[in-house]
C-alpha cells in the first residue's frame, strides 16, 4: 500500500463506491476531536481511523491525505484559530494591535503552522474543486477586523471609500504569509504593520499625531 506522502492531496472524495454518510460523518467527528486533543503534525490517518472505527482503505477511498481530510473539517468551522474579536475601545490602531499581538501568540503555535503549511500543499495541487474549498474554508476570519473596522466607518473615522474587505485583507494576509514560510514576526514588526495600513485608512484629522 502506498504511504501517505506517497498519496497526492486533494479536497474532494475519490470515485469509487457511494460512502456510507454515517460513516464519512463519523471521520469528521473523530478528525475534530483528535485536533482539539492533540497537534495537527501529531494527527495520523490511522488515528483517524481508530477513533471513527472504520478503515485505513475506507478513509483512503474518499480521501487522499489527513490535510484533505482536515480541509473538509474546516468547512464546519470546528478547526478554525479562535482569536476572538477586535477590540473597541474608540482607538483603532490600538485596537487592531492589540489583536494582532493575541494572533502572534495564538495563531503562531507550531500545529496551526503545520496545518497551514498542509493546506498550502492541498490548494497548490491546482484542482478548482480544492481551491473552492479552501476559499470557504476559514482559518482566520478577517471578518473580526471587517466588523471593527466597519465600526470605524460608521462613525466617520476612515476616509471616503475604503475597501473594508480589502483593509482586512491587508492587515491579515501577511502574517498568514510569515505562517506560511515559519517565521514568526515581532513585536515592532507587527506595530510597524498596523501603522502603515491604519494610517492609509484614517482621515488626516484622525491620523496619529
Known sequence: MA?????????????GRPRSEASHQAVLDATTRLLRESSYEELTVEAIA??????????????????????????????????GPVPSTGDLRADCLTWIRSMLVKAFQENYVGMARSLLVVGLQGDPG???????ANIW?????????????????LREGVDIAAASS?????????MLIGSAPSQSWAESLVDVVVTGLLR????PT
Not at 130 to 136: I, M, P, S
Not at 170 to 178: C, S
Request: proline content about 4%.
Open 141 to 157: 476570519d478577517h471578518g473580526l477586523l471587517a466588523v471593527r473596522l466597519r465600526e470605524a466607518q460608521r462613525a466617520g473615522e
Open 3 to 15: 504511504s501517505e506522502a506517497q498519496r497526492s492531496d486533494t479536497a474532494e472524495p475519490r470515485r
Open 50 to 83: 481508530c477513533e471513527a472505527r472504520v478503515s485505513k482503505q475506507t478513509i483512503y477511498r474518499w480521501w487522499k491525505s489527513k490535510a484533505a481530510v482536515v480541509l473538509e473539517v474546516m468547512l464546519t468551522g470546528d478547526a478554525e484559530i479562535e482569536l
Open 204 to 207: 488626516p484629522e484622525n491620523g
Open 130 to 136: 480544492t481551491e473552492r474549498l479552501l476559499q470557504q
Open 170 to 178: 491587508a492587515i491579515r494576509d501577511p502574517l498568514i504569509f510569515r
